[in-house]
């Protein structure tokens, strides 16, 4: 396939990768409470997959999707005949893996990579997302300096700890707690005469202290009832979580706008293409119906905000602002990163973007399945079924209507129910 008339003297695929990324706080898919500017800006200068679902929530790293375009499903039964890696070793094109997770829990993902290991030594989300971003940025240099083609992936641990961001990233937040607001209140409150005397700078500043020293108390009481294993959690703890998952990506969406002011160029000149993806979303508390779902297990860990992903491509040529939404899933990644490199392959599963963002085809899959244990899920456009074998349960949703799996319509829709279970075997044998 063409792509362009121009032919680059060397491409560079990049993918940033992150363990866990809630797309609920990407104000480009909708949230109204992240603050992502750059990720925004980034959107508009690309395609945004708005359904990117997992294929597989295991621990294991045994293997992946994103090496050898083979679903979790498919994986049961066989073993990958060719990986990304393998690949490309035969056309000349160097496989680079720059990650801060520890190299024993890649199993056998990173064989064929140029694999480099950066451990945080910081507390901070842009300083540890940096060193990754810098030590990605030292490899691409080099590779323009050699006119070499190469994908460069980095991947990123960091979200599931849930640290204190930076004061700075902290702020932008700081009204979403209730007890924050209790002080903007009563400073609201006070008489014009009071007003007059506080509104110097000390007063400011004594309320900026009072706020903050309010905002880490809270903080550190949350994640001391999160380390102790709290299975009920008040309102105001449920708001802290989000506001430190929205704060710490706020952190990394600051270090991405640096990142990404650094690819411009080579984006611009068809030589470079920007995949940015997640293993799994991340499950935030924000209402009474999803902690509910959380106590009642209804969905077990395949609730939307896990399996839901992001990802975003840019590269030149393509509709700027786009949104696709086809279902797309990891074992896609692959495939569209060889398509651009112009490698001819095929894979088991994945289905190469590219020609869906072209207008070749308007549909890469009817269905989806995703595993997670005991559970599995199997998705179309319309339907989502859940089911745990071990368990007996079997549940229908309604899709996209339906955004927080409240309503079983299982017993309402029995040949929808017969008709995607059918589908769950027939998945298994293709």
């Given at each position: 396939?063409?792509?362009?008339?121009?032919?680059?003297?060397?491409?560079?695929?990049?993918?940033?990768?992150?363990?866990?990324?809630?797309l609920?706080?990407?104000?480009?898919?909708?949230?109204?409470?992240?603050?992502t500017?750059?990720?925004?800006?980034?959107?508009?200068?690309?395609?945004?997959?708005?359904?990117?679902?997992?294929?597989?929530?295991?621990?294991?790293?045994?293997?992946?999707?994103?090496?050898?375009?083979?679903?979790?499903?498919?994986?049961?039964?066989?073993?990958?005949?060719?990986?990304?890696?393998?690949?490309?070793?035969?056309?000349?094109?160097?496989?680079?893996?720059?990650?801060?997770?520890?190299?024993?829990?890649?199993?056998?993902?990173?064989?064929?990579?140029?694999?480099?290991?950066?451990?945080?030594?910081?507390?901070?989300?842009?300083?540890?997302?940096?060193?990754?971003?810098?030590?990605?940025?030292t490899t691409?240099?080099?590779?323009?300096?050699?006119?070499?083609?190469?994908?460069?992936?980095?991947?990123?641990?960091?979200?599931?700890?849930?640290?204190?961001?930076?004061?700075?990233?902290?702020?932008?937040?700081?009204?979403?707690l209730?007890?924050?607001?209790?002080?903007?209140?009563?400073?609201?409150?006070?008489?014009?005469?009071?007003?007059?005397?506080?509104?110097?700078?000390?007063?400011?500043?004594?309320?900026?202290?009072?706020q903050?020293?309010?905002?880490?108390?809270?903080?550190?009481?949350?994640?001391?009832?999160?380390?102790?294993?709290?299975?009920?959690?008040?309102?105001?703890?449920?708001?802290?979580?989000n506001?430190?998952?929205?704060?710490?990506?706020?952190?990394?969406?600051?270090?991405?706008?640096?990142?990404?002011?650094?690819?411009?160029?080579?984006l611009?000149?068809?030589?470079?293409?920007?995949?940015?993806?997640?293993?799994?979303g991340?499950?935030?508390?924000?209402?009474?119906?999803?902690?509910?779902?959380?106590?009642?297990?209804?969905?077990?860990?395949?609730?939307?905000?896990?399996?839901?992903?992001?990802?975003?491509?840019?590269?030149?040529?393509?509709?700027?602002?786009?949104?696709?939404?086809?279902?797309?899933?990891?074992?896609?990644?692959?495939a569209?990163?060889?398509?651009?490199?112009?490698?001819?392959?095929?894979?088991?599963?994945?289905?190469?973007l590219?020609?869906?963002?072209?207008?070749?085809?308007?549909?890469?899959?009817?269905?989806?399945?995703c595993?997670?244990?005991d559970?599995?899920?199997?998705?179309?456009?319309?339907?989502?079924?859940?089911?745990?074998?071990?368990?007996?349960?079997?549940?229908?949703?309604?899709?996209p209507?339906?955004?927080?799996q409240?309503?079983?319509?299982?017993?309402q829709?029995l040949?929808?129910?017969?008709?995607?279970?059918?589908?769950?075997?027939?998945?298994?044998?293709?």
């Amino acid at each position: 396939m063409d792509l362009s008339a121009e032919q680059p003297e060397f491409r560079i695929a990049v993918v940033l990768s992150f363990q866990q990324l809630p797309l609920k706080l990407l104000s480009a898919y909708g949230s109204e409470l992240g603050q992502t500017p750059h990720f925004d800006r980034m959107a508009t200068h690309g395609v945004l997959f708005d359904q990117h679902f997992a294929d597989d929530l295991g621990d294991t790293r045994s293997r992946h999707a994103w090496w050898d375009g083979m679903t979790a499903v498919r994986a049961e039964s066989l073993s990958a005949s060719s990986t990304l890696s393998t690949i490309c070793s035969n056309v000349d094109v160097e496989c680079h893996l720059i990650s801060d997770c520890q190299p024993a829990d890649w199993d056998v993902a990173p064989q064929g990579w140029k694999t480099t290991y950066l451990e945080n030594q910081t507390d901070s989300a842009t300083d540890g997302l940096g060193q990754l971003i810098d030590a990605a940025l030292t490899t691409i240099d080099q590779l323009r300096q050699d006119r070499q083609s190469a994908i460069v992936w980095i991947h990123s641990e960091e979200m599931p700890g849930l640290p204190i961001p930076g004061m700075e990233f902290l702020e932008l937040y700081l009204n979403e707690l209730p007890q924050l607001a209790e002080v903007e209140e009563e400073f609201a409150e006070t008489s014009g005469e009071e007003q007059n005397d506080r509104d110097d700078e000390s007063d400011q500043a004594d309320l900026h202290s009072e706020q903050s020293t309010l905002a880490f108390g809270l903080i550190e009481e949350t994640l001391s009832l999160l380390s102790e294993g709290a299975t009920e959690l008040e309102t105001i703890h449920l708001k802290t979580i989000n506001v430190l998952a929205a704060a710490r990506l706020s952190e990394w969406d600051h270090a991405l706008g640096q990142f990404y002011e650094q690819l411009t160029d080579d984006l611009d000149a068809g030589r470079m293409m920007l995949l940015l993806t997640s293993d799994g979303g991340l499950p935030l508390f924000e209402s009474q119906v999803s902690q509910q779902l959380e106590r009642q297990q209804q969905a077990g860990p395949l609730q939307e905000e896990s399996v839901h992903l992001p990802l975003l491509m840019i590269q030149k040529r393509l509709t700027l602002g786009e949104r696709v939404g086809a279902l797309t899933h990891p074992a896609d990644l692959p495939a569209t990163i060889l398509n651009w490199l112009q490698i001819d392959h095929e894979f088991p599963d994945g289905k190469s973007l590219l020609a869906l963002v072209n207008g070749d085809e308007e549909e890469l899959h009817k269905c989806l399945v995703c595993r997670a244990g005991d559970w599995e899920s199997l998705r179309e456009q319309k339907w989502l079924l859940i089911r745990n074998r071990a368990l007996g349960l079997e549940k229908l949703y309604i899709k996209p209507e339906d955004r927080w799996q409240v309503l079983d319509v299982s017993s309402q829709h029995l040949d929808e129910t017969d008709r995607l279970l059918a589908l769950f075997d027939q998945s298994a044998d293709d």
